[in-house]
């Protein structure tokens, strides 16, 4: 369980875990300033994004400590995610957002629906590319 954040001065957050910086579905290190990076057990780890977010809208991908691309982290997830599911399930990366989400469902769907994930945003977003 992660405790109440140590707030610096600064106004900085930590949140640590048995000494260790760790925080549970959120960032472990909120700065004042905007930037936030996500810790488990003292390693900066993130699953499901960017573990670091800087200030200027930077973001770096780490596992276990270990920096990733982008590209990298998102292929490490459509693995991680077919491992999850059954054979009938087709993992497709929303040309938007980059989440994955079932391809055969969406086969009777307009373009724009079916190379998204179907999130509203991501909908329009590829609509307004081909219009
Ligand atoms: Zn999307």
């Not at 048995?18 to 472990?28: E, F, I, R, S, V």
């Not at 691309?69 to 957002?97: A, G, I, K, Q, W």
């Not at 980059?98 to 391809?103: A, D, L, M």
Request: hydrophobic fraction near 25%; charged fraction near 30%; include cysteine.
């Amino acid at each position: 369980m992660s405790e109440n954040p140590v707030v610096d001065s600064a106004g900085d957050k930590r949140w640590f875990s048995n000494g260790c910086l760790h925080k549970d579905g959120g960032p472990a290190v909120e700065w004042y300033s905007g930037y936030k990076a996500w810790f488990k057990k003292g390693k900066i780890h993130r699953e499901d994004g960017p573990a670091i977010e800087y200030t200027n809208g930077d973001k770096k991908w780490f596992i276990d400590g270990e920096q990733l691309t982008e590209e990298e982290f998102n292929n490490r997830n459509l693995r991680e995610f077919m491992m999850d599911h059954d054979s009938d399930y087709t993992p497709v990366m929303c040309s938007v957002c980059g989440q994955i989400y079932n391809g055969q469902m969406a086969e009777d769907k307009p373009y724009s629906e079916r190379t998204t994930c179907g999130n509203e945003e991501c909908i329009s977003k590829v609509k307004g590319e081909i219009e």
